[in-house]
């Protein structure tokens, strides 16, 4: 069956630090990619999204994501995290007219 | 640019009771689709409307039905709630079918049930 899974539920970083939240899927063919971000009582709000091409996706709020084939991986990366970056997480992947959601990661900003 | 809205915002209603949960895509979008999400958990999708016809649709029971308008706004009816209904309804927006996938959110219809 078709799924998006975060391995990780809650990661806690100091402000300052780099960041990577994890997330793997498991799809028959490469489905187009994504990371959604939610703040306490929002909505999800889209940081970037892979289709195909370069493997290395930039997104907003200086996010960035790497695509690896061979892992069936997708992991969103900061370099550095700054203090309104603490959210909810969210990898979702696309296909055949299907979205599908990881359960989210947690992200906790330490000063 | 108007981005996704929905209302209400907030609403309680006991046991057995019916809701209706009202949105309006961003501006250009004639896609609707409908995720629920309990605390903790990642959106559950719930059913995709286009052309006024509900066109993919989610695990989820007959209770759960919806509709779109001629001007790509849409609702979604929940009938004899459970208390397991208690979630953020979540409405997102998309310009055609089946493409991208790109979705745009509103901020949510926080519904409890007791």
């Known amino acids: 069956a078709q799924s998006v899974t975060q391995p990780d539920i809650h990661i806690t970083v100091s402000e300052g630090a780099s960041l990577e939240l994890r997330c793997n899927y498991s799809?028959?063919?490469?489905?187009?990619l994504f990371w959604y971000v939610q703040s306490p009582g929002q909505g999800l709000q889209l940081l970037l999204k892979y289709f195909s091409g370069d493997t290395l996706v930039q997104g907003i709020k200086g996010f960035e994501a790497e695509f690896k084939r061979s892992q069936s991986s997708f992991n969103l990366r900061k370099p550095s995290v700054h203090w309104s970056d603490a959210a909810e997480y969210f990898c979702?992947?696309?296909?055949?007219?299907?979205?599908?959601f990881g359960a989210g990661t947690r992200l906790t900003v330490k000063p | 640019d108007a981005g996704v809205t929905q209302s209400p915002t907030h609403l309680i209603k006991t046991r057995g009771q019916q809701v209706t949960l009202r949105c309006s895509p961003k501006s250009g979008h004639d896609t609707v689709s409908w995720y629920q999400q309990a605390l903790g958990q990642g959106p559950q999708f719930i059913f995709q409307?286009?052309?006024?016809?509900?066109?993919q649709r989610g695990n989820f029971p007959d209770r759960f039905s919806g509709h779109q308008f001629p001007n790509y706004s849409s609702e979604l009816n929940v009938n004899a709630l459970l208390l397991g209904d208690s979630a953020l309804y979540l409405c997102?927006?998309?310009?055609?079918?089946?493409?991208?996938?790109?979705?745009?959110f509103g901020e949510g219809s926080r519904l409890t049930v007791l």
């Open positions: 799809y028959g063919a490469t489905p187009y």
């Open positions: 409307y286009y052309e006024e016809e509900e066109r």
């Open positions: 997102a927006s998309s310009l055609g079918l089946g493409l991208t996938g790109e979705l745009f």
């Open positions: 979702a992947a696309y296909s055949d007219n299907d979205m599908r």
